[in-house]
């Protein structure tokens, strides 16, 4: 099973606060993971928007040569 988060800045938190509770930590400990969590959403935001690109790079090449009118 998979999770998805809005690409919004902290719209992991929404989803970690989930997880904590369904494994029985109270939310509140969620303060605990707050500033560690900063550093990762610029990763996760790095590698969201590096795999975007990717994917166009990758359309691109494939209809390049093909009439598409969108």
């Known amino acids: 099973a ?3 988060a809005p690409g ?3 719209a ?3 989803t970690m606060i989930m997880v904590l509770q369904s494994v029985g930590l109270p939310a509140e400990a ?3 993971l707050l500033p560690i969590d900063r550093l990762l ?3 996760r935001t790095v590698v ?3 795999g975007d690109m990717m994917i166009s790079v990758v359309v691109d090449r494939y209809t390049k040569d093909k009439d598409i009118s969108i």
């Open 2 to 4: 998979s999770l998805g």
């Open 8 to 10: 919004i800045p902290s």
């Open 12 to 14: 992991g938190m929404v």
């Open 30 to 32: 969620i303060a605990i």
């Open 41 to 43: 959403d610029t990763v």
């Open 48 to 50: 969201n928007v590096q």
